[in-house]
């Protein structure tokens, strides 16, 4: 029986406060009694914002087989339920990024409140030595992601050092600088950073843009306590406040946020391929549909103002070159544009186990976003362009499939459509059917290309 070799570009790890002594230099511990009050108040209204989403009757329309149910989520934080959930699904390797609502990060993140930065600094390093102890040991089915960019740093060399430490203990992958915003950031196209870019081509790391990048350290934080000190005058209940998250969130539109974008073009526009033509850069958990009207623009762009751009191509020659979308639950508009896309630099990623995700009903969503297309587009997009474009080892790979694999005939051939129910969950939870973007954003992006042009000296 053939089985699909499935690689998922998007996992989810955090680490449980229980771990924050262990892992948290021995002089910040002062600073864990405000922590744990900030995951109190976190937990109490994401745990509702999730079974408003993800949970209460709609458990009977998506987790038929109680995967979320008996626990399977624990694999946010335990090696053991991780590797059954991608058995279960037939996954044999995914890239693991931080960060989940089942507790609050550990100073450093956008969903953090506001912190010093040598605080942030030091929960990024607890981060990734906790990442290393609890996932490590399955380096052939667990790709880690270092945060480097979530986290301040006095001076580049510091930040590739802690890239070394990563790279030494088994990393792939590393988060681009900015993905949380602290004051004083160069842009990206800055030759501050090129030493950073030069290691990460050295070692064979991989940038990682997540959705997210570009948010500053504590931003949502202060969402969070915003909508609790209203709940609180208006003598609410945290059920409200859910509520109430979910519009100040869906505001933000973060998975379509422009800000991901701007980081692309500055790494593009800016030179960082040419300088360093061996970086991969990874999106992750961004969607897609943006993607043809976005690089229209950029490509006019780099027309008007190229002869004063220190990059050689077009935006959209660098990514055909040099990068690849891991599109994260995706969904059916961007299966209709996979062409417009570039079907040869999309891939998957499961976003496992968040509720927006894939997970737990892999193995249908992928039969009825990829099932109807030709099957050779669908294993590319499944495992195919990651392997070619990231350097993965096809051989192993394909071993671990043939023995945890979906049968191909799982995801092809003749299946009846979905329920409407399940359906409408997935775009409750995903937009699944949502129609792709316009050119609604242009504007958006137009002011901050504008800067940016400005800042290389390109426009006056």
Known sequence: ????????????AQMPPSAWPEFLEKRYHNHLPGLNAENE?????????????????????????????????????????????MDREGIAAEFIHNGDSRACG????????????????????AYNRWLHATFGPEPDRLYLIGMQGGAPWRDVGELVEELDWTADHGFRAATVPGYVVYPGLPPLFDPYWDPYWARCEERGIHLWMHAGQGERQGELGAIFH?????IEQEKGDLNEAAIRLSSEFNKGQIFASVKPRRAMWQLMMGGVFDRFPKLRLVLSEIYGDWMPRTFKFLDEQFEAHGDKL?????????????????????????????????????AFGRDYPH????????????????????????????????????????????????????????????????????V?????????????????????????????????????
């Open 106 to 125: 550990i100073f450093f993140q956008s969903s953090n409140t506001d912190y010093p930065m040598e605080l942030c600094q030091a929960g990024v390093k």
């Open 424 to 460: 409408a969950h997935f775009q409750k939870r995903a937009q699944y059917t949502a129609a792709p973007e316009g050119d609604e954003r242009i504007p958006e992006m137009d002011v901050m290309m504008r800067e940016d042009l400005w800042r290389v000296r390109a426009i006056a």
């Open 41 to 85: 108040l976190f937990t109490a209204i994401m745990g509702r914002f999730m079974t408003r989403n993800h949970g209460g009757d709609s458990l009977d329309i998506f987790d038929t087989d109680k995967a979320l149910r008996d626990g399977g989520w624990q694999g946010v934080w335990k090696l053991e339920p991780r590797i059954a959930q």
């Open 310 to 346: 220190p990059a050689k191509y077009k935006p959209s020659e660098y990514w055909q070159s040099n990068c690849i979308n891991g599109l994260s639950f995706i969904r059916r508009c961007e299966v209709a544009m996979r062409h417009e896309i570039g079907v040869d630099t999309m």
């Open 226 to 230: 915003r909508v609790r000190k209203q």
């Open 355 to 422: 509720g927006e995700g894939t997970w737990p009903n892999t193995t249908v969503w992928l039969r009825d976003a990829l099932g109807g297309i030709p099957e050779a587009e669908s294993r590319a997009i499944l495992s195919g362009n990651a392997i070619r474009i990231l350097g993965l080892d096809q051989a192993k790979l394909d071993s671990i499939a043939a023995r945890i694999g979906l049968p191909a005939s799982e995801v092809f051939g003749e299946h009846p459509p979905l329920p409407e129910d399940l």
């Open 1 to 12: 029986m053939e089985k699909l070799t499935i690689v998922s570009l998007d996992g989810h």
